[in-house]
């Protein structure tokens, strides 16, 4: 069926051809978009039409009905929809004939008078038309579309076409991520780029994924954090740094879990955790704003408030509070897991203390935070890069923000004793050496800067995915990421 669609398109593209329209010209002609042509339309007198004004519009045919001496086709530009009426009268026998060749899917010119028609849909009278590009297959059905849900984010282009709120989710995604830079410049911060291929993957728990420089001959990692490298640039003079970039971590999927995404880190000199968390609460509540109209998202049925203060609980009185969970009886590694095994909690293979801690967060406290709510002050064990809070050496500066029952921000009190982050890197080798990938990687030229001075910082990571994911509502972090990853087909058929 697909293979006859495509040979009896090819063939109305070689009589166009013959006819001396070249179906895929080089240039194009257009002075108007269909949203200015409605716009110009609805400044008409009620009634009216123009033959004075003259517009070129350009865009994919999305729907065509025949009515013998008069045809009506809507195009569809990246503004909106717009109807074009072609009279035999108007545009010549011969052009009017050869509308025959077109097909839904087809990108078309059309040069003409907007007019409104007597129902008051704003149109175009055609005077003359041109084909742009001649598609071998039709679009989806406008009111069956893809159902295959892998199959939509496979050929997402065939989704923005067939779905107005998927192409609305992702001028919604734009608009969050232009939202964030726009605030954080109006602060001062300065946006940067860092290297994407590192020689060390650290600033984050996870495992990365390895690459090769043929040029250098040594291997190169994907990177898994910005954090390092932006730091570096605190150490070198500048005092507040952001950057919006993609990171690589190479873990498994879930709805709010994808190996390529995309993060927000920011940092400031002179500030501390705490200053950050005031920073988030500000920065999402007005992003919410300026980008929803209001600072309320449902979440599941509930309606949260981002507008500030959030909830603040520290890990420990969280873990008390929603898991009855006292971390006080379960001092070290052993005490820990025989608490989770009598709770009927899966262990990671290869677990260490600060591994069966998170685990702990995850399963007792981190579904339970629908509102928005930081977790503060973690246990050393789970932060290698935050400072310590004074007179508690077992505890650091640091909290994650929780919204809808998952992390949405990491923050810390960064820590700049090069001596301590030196200790920590090395602990962070055993446990690699043990057999924990996610381990942080020593990275000698990072403590080489740490070594020249960086002074007091408040550093902090947003998953932008997670972010547009939570304001837009939806469930599966795949539908807010344009083109997600997923398995290789083997064989095209099994679609």
């Known amino acids: 069926m697909e293979e006859d669609l495509k040979s009896q398109r090819k063939e109305k593209a070689s009589i166009l051809q013959k006819d001396g329209l070249n179906p895929y010209p080089t240039t194009v002609k257009r002075t108007h978009t269909a949203q200015e042509v409605v716009q110009i339309i609805e400044e008409f007198p009620s009634g009216k039409t123009s033959d004075t004004v003259e517009v070129h519009v350009a865009g994919r045919i999305m729907a065509q009905r025949s ?144 690459s090769y420089s043929n040029a250098l001959d040594e291997e190169r990692y994907l990177r898994i954090s910005l954090e390092l490298f932006l730091k570096r640039l605190i150490i070198g003079g500048y005092e507040k740094v952001f950057e919006i970039g993609k990171i690589f971590r190479n873990e498994g999927f879930s709805n709010k879990h994808h190996p390529e995404f995309t993060m927000l880190e920011a940092y400031a000199a002179y500030t501390s955790y705490l200053d950050v968390a005031v920073l988030v609460e500000k920065l999402i509540s007005t992003v919410a704003k300026d980008v929803l109209g209001k600072a309320t998202i449902q979440i599941n049925g509930i309606t949260v408030n981002l507008e500030p203060p959030w909830e603040r609980i520290t890990f420990h009185e969280a873990l008390l509070k929603f898991g009855n969970f006292d971390l006080l009886s379960y001092p070290d590694f052993d005490t820990l897991l025989k608490a989770l095994q009598e709770r009927n909690v899966p262990i990671p293979e290869n677990s260490n203390y600060g591994k069966l801690l998170d685990v702990a967060m995850s399963t007792f406290v981190e579904p339970k935070l629908i509102k928005p709510t930081f977790v503060l002050d973690y246990p050393v064990e789970l932060s290698p890069l935050a400072k310590r809070i004074p007179n508690n050496p077992n505890l650091v500066e640091r909290f994650e923000a929780f919204l809808g029952g998952m992390e949405l921000a990491n923050a810390y009190s960064e820590l700049n004793d090069p001596v301590d982050q030196r200790l920590r890197f090395e602990e962070q080798k055993k446990l690699k050496e043990s057999g924990d990938e996610e381990a942080e990687l020593m990275d000698e030229d990072f403590l080489l800067a740490l070594e020249h001075g960086m002074p007091p910082t408040g550093g902090l990571g947003i998953g932008i995915d997670r972010l547009v994911l939570l304001l837009t509502e939806e469930q599966n972090i795949r539908e807010v990421i344009l083109f997600p990853q997923h398995r290789k087909i083997l064989n095209k058929q099994t679609e």
């Not at 919604?172 to 291929?197: F, G, H, N, Q």
């Open 67 to 210: 009515m013998g001496r008069a045809s009506f086709f809507d195009i569809l530009d990246g503004t909106s929809r717009i109807q074009i009426l072609f009279r035999k009268n108007s545009i010549g026998d011969d052009q009017y004939q050869k509308l025959r060749l077109l097909d839904l899917g087809d990108f078309i010119s059309v040069t003409g008078n907007p007019m409104q028609t007597r129902t008051g849909e704003a149109t175009i009278e055609a005077i003359a038309w041109n084909i742009l590009a001649k598609s071998l297959l039709p679009p989806p059905e406008k009111f069956h579309g893809l159902k295959n849900i892998e199959l939509r984010q496979r050929q997402r282009y065939l989704d923005l076409l067939s779905n107005d709120e998927v192409r609305t989710r992702f001028l919604l995604r734009s608009a969050i991520t232009s939202a964030i830079r726009s605030y954080l410049i109006a602060e001062d911060y300065l946006e940067v780029e860092t290297p994407i291929l590192q020689e060390e993957a650290g600033g984050a728990a996870a495992r990365p994924f390895v």
